[in-house]
């Protein structure tokens, strides 16, 4: 029999008060060992979708299951396996750091101590102050180390980097990448593709409450448009590089011209720059941010 | 695993039980301190008596019951009203608050996404509660018998430990409402309203159902009705106590089985 993935949805559906369509009809199936990203704007239903994985909610249709495990009638068994790092976090405000984890311990019955107190150390948490003195941030790591510290199969991030430095969100991106390297798997949730591309295999990217694509990060990268910045000796005729394929012409300031292509069009442009004496050509990969953006707004003719 | 929540619950209360601790033992001492003076004026016997039967009957006042005795006294002063409200303040007070008030502070988000089942919670819970309606029943008890050779009340101890076994089923049932109300709902209004009410009616049934006839019939779903009144000098109705404490864990059971049906609120 096939090895049951790590998520699977099947039709997951969510309306809170017969109204508010969260999250509809969601199929998504997430293999052991992925790094999945799930992306989408404010409201898009991506902490709904994280919730019901956990059974703190009951679907309105459809099922999830986590290892093989129905959320709803196995709900127990199936968080045994997962650690969850909510999207607003409330801690216990009277206890210090160490009194939290080791009562969120104890509430779990088996943790790894070597493995806490390595994680500790290593995102640099305030142990000994009560958490109410903590900043967001120093919460947040509290979060982190709980999510991680019993050495689950599947970490469910909710926006995971919220409130954390450049650097701290390095080190989480790493711990992510090395959990995913022991085979474990990891689901996060985020605003930005920014912020998951260089750690995910694949993205899902939800709006309004449906799935809109999912994808690898690779093909997405390669849907990507390049900007291409060509300078030529002398002003070269653009019509040459309009009539390629997928390409479109920006701008032609003098003897500079802007394009914007798709990777299986370089070819084409670079050939017909080639005509022309060549000053200097800059080909730069658009931000993915801008596939988001493009994607977002496809999902926004739709609905 | 579970059992975390009862340590989490007692530790995160401690600070405001001791508080009741200590407040309800020195109230007790001041009432206990006015004793000898009462004791020694006979007249007043005659200006209790005196009183509307509304009041005699709501603060318990028996007929043929003596005030001036340590039993007498105490059943009016303390255990007719002032014991039970104070208790029953504490009890759904920390029962709406355990449950309730951590989802509506967004807490049990991180708590129920742990390996633990949602009724088991609710139940350790119960029990936290539970243990804390206990402290501050025995804390009473050692207040008044520490007090009774000082200013010579003359109780029978066994009467105390009856009186004090009816207050706990009192807090209980109503403790436990507030917590089961709390598992059906996420908010911590009604968790505090409905038990409040609740107590409120049925204080007022089993003081009134004599004046007002058509009362009377209710006063079988009374707890206090059913524990029984004036518990120093008549000592309290053992059968009664039980169906308090049996509808305690009825109220409780339902608690625990509705909380597995519904969402938890976002935080
Ligand atoms: N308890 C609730 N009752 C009613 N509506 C809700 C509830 N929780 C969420 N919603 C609604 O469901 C929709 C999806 O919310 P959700 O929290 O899943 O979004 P999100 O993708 O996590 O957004 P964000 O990026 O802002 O965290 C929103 O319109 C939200 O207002
Ligand atoms: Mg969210």
């Known amino acids: ?192 593709l920014d912020e998951v591309q260089h750690v995910a295999d694949r993205v899902g990217i939800i709006r309004a409450g449906r799935l809109v694509d999912v994808d690898a990060v690779e093909s997405l990268r390669e849907r990507a448009l390049r900007h291409v910045t060509i300078t030529f000796a002398e002003p070269a005729d653009p019509s040459q590089f309009a009539g390629l394929d997928g390409v479109r012409v920006v701008s032609t300031d003098g003897a500079v011209l802007r394009l914007s292509a798709p990777e299986p069009a370089m070819d084409g442009v670079v050939k017909a720059a080639a005509r022309y004496r060549i000053v200097d050509l800059v080909s730069q990969p658009a931000d993915l941010e801008e596939i988001f953006l493009e994607l977002y707004r496809e999902g926004d003719d739709g609905g | 695993m579970a059992a975390e929540l009862l340590r989490r619950g007692l530790s995160d209360h401690r600070r405001a039980l001791a508080a009741w601790c200590v407040g309800i033992a020195a109230y007790v001492a001041l009432v206990a301190a006015i004793f000898p003076s009462i004791e020694s004026s006979p007249d007043f016997n005659k200006l209790v008596e005196s009183y509307p039967d509304v009041l005699k009957s709501l603060f318990g006042i028996a007929a043929g019951g003596d005030v001036t005795s340590g039993a007498g006294y105490l059943d009016v002063e303390l255990f007719s009203l002032m014991l039970p409200l104070l208790v029953l303040v504490l009890a759904i007070g920390s029962g709406a608050r355990t449950l309730a008030g951590e989802e509506d502070a967004g807490r049990l988000e991180l708590v129920l996404s742990y390996p633990l089942r949602r009724r088991d919670a609710v139940l350790a819970k119960g029990a936290a509660v539970a243990a804390e309606i206990v402290t501050v029943c025995v804390v009473v008890g050692i207040a008044i018998a520490l007090l009774d050779p000082l200013v010579g009340l003359d109780l029978a101890l066994g009467r105390l430990a009856e009186a004090l076994g009816a207050l706990a089923a009192l807090g209980l049932v109503y403790g436990w409402l507030a917590l089961a109300v709390g598992a059906a709902w996420p908010s911590r209004a009604p968790a505090i309203g409905v038990p409040a009410a609740a107590a409120a009616g049925a204080y007022l049934v089993s003081g009134l159902h004599e004046l007002a006839g058509w009362l009377d019939p209710f006063r079988f779903l009374s707890p206090f009705w059913l524990v029984g009144s004036s518990p120093l000098q008549s000592g309290a109705d053992a059968r009664g106590v039980l169906v308090v404490v049996v509808a305690a864990v009825i109220v409780l059971l339902a608690g625990a089985l509705l909380v597995e049906r519904r969402d938890l609120e976002t935080p």
């Open chain 1, 1 to 192: 029999m096939l090895e049951p993935a790590a998520i699977d949805t099947v039709g997951l559906s969510k309306t809170y008060g017969g109204k508010v369509h969260a999250l509809v009809g969601l199929d998504l199936r997430v293999e052991r060992g992925e790094v999945f990203g799930y992306l989408g704007p404010n409201g898009a239903g991506k902490s709904t979708t994280i919730r019901l994985l956990l059974g703190l909610i009951h679907p309105t249709a459809g099922r999830a299951s986590v290892f093989g495990l129905d959320t709803r009638t196995n709900g127990v068994r199936a968080r045994g396996h997962l650690g969850y790092l909510p999207g607003d976090l409330r801690l216990s405000d009277r206890l210090t750091g160490r009194e939290q984890l080791e009562s969120l311990a104890s509430l779990r019955g088996s943790v790894d101590r070597a493995l806490r107190d390595e994680l500790c150390a290593r995102l640099g948490v305030v142990l000994e102050r009560p958490i109410r003195q903590l900043s967001r941030g120093n919460r947040q790591k509290i979060g982190l180390v709980q999510a991680f510290m019993h050495r689950p199969e599947l970490v469910v991030l909710d926006e995971p980097t919220a409130g954390l430095d450049p650097l701290l969100q390095n080190e989480v991106r790493a711990l992510l990448r090395e959990t995913a390297a022991e085979g474990r798997t990891i689901f996060l949730s985020s605003h930005s």
